[in-house]
């Protein structure tokens, strides 16, 4: 779950909800040496030996992304201090719970309380995001999954990072652009796989908290062509 894979021709870097679960399991019955070299950790901590492997990954629409935190924070027995804390301990609903998320790297009101109440270090559970690494996203005028995005991904080297609404066309041409050899177990397997959920989210917005999104996040939404309602 949430494993940044190590294969012979290239580095998987799982995104929070960006169907990495998916993906690592693909990798691990169809990429001989596929091995996890870590949970939820940005690109960047690979081994030094890996840094010259092009990246894979997925990214998805930011509208989506906020949904699908809140819904799964919101349903666990016990959230993550990062919801607990812009949620106002589950007493907010999604609307004010996401202007407070999407606030961090504006008027950082919740930062710092944030920062203190995540862990000190990288744990691999969970987001797995210390205090100490949400600091860049201080006055950078980031939405979270912007910032999130950049945190994952930002390495030296080749990026294929594509829409996880399209996974498993984009895997295959992520594989073919790596030069990663695709079997035709593989191939039939792509062909049967379940898609990834499609989010229905956008009752869960107003005007202008999507307008919000749209502001905060903007470089992802024009990086990877995002309109709401996609």
């Not at 998805?60 to 809140?70: A, D, G, L, N, Q």
């Not at 301990?89 to 203190?116: K, W």
Request: proline content about 8%; glycine content about 10%; aromatic content about 12%.
């Amino acid at each position: 779950m949430g494993q940044m894979i190590a294969a012979g021709r290239f580095v998987f870097v799982h995104l929070h909800t960006c169907g990495g679960d998916l993906v690592n399991e693909f990798f691990r019955r169809f990429v001989p040496g596929s091995r996890q070299i870590g949970r939820h950790v940005p690109r960047r901590m690979a081994p030094p030996a890996l840094s010259q492997l092009p990246t894979l990954g997925f990214v998805r629409s930011p509208w989506s992304y906020y949904v699908v935190w809140y819904s799964l924070q919101a349903a666990r027995t016990e959230p993550s201090p990062l919801y607990r804390i812009v949620s106002d301990g589950g007493r907010l609903d999604f609307e004010p719970t996401i202007r407070n998320l999407l606030d961090l790297g504006h008027s950082g009101r919740y930062l710092d309380a944030v920062q203190a109440a995540l862990p000190p270090r990288f744990t691999g559970r969970g987001l797995n995001l210390p205090g100490f690494a949400l600091e860049p996203i201080r006055g950078s005028q980031l939405g979270f999954f912007t910032f999130l995005y950049r945190h994952m991904y930002d390495a030296p080297g080749i990026r294929h990072i594509r829409r996880v609404e399209r996974l498993w066309d984009e895997l295959l041409d992520m594989l073919f652009a790596v030069g990663q050899p695709v079997s035709a177990p593989m191939r039939a397997y792509v062909r049967d796989a379940p898609a990834p959920r499609k989010i229905a989210y956008t009752e869960r917005y107003s005007g202008a908290l999507e307008a919000l999104v749209a502001e905060r996040d903007a470089e992802i939404i024009a990086r990877y062509g995002y309109q709401f309602g996609d």
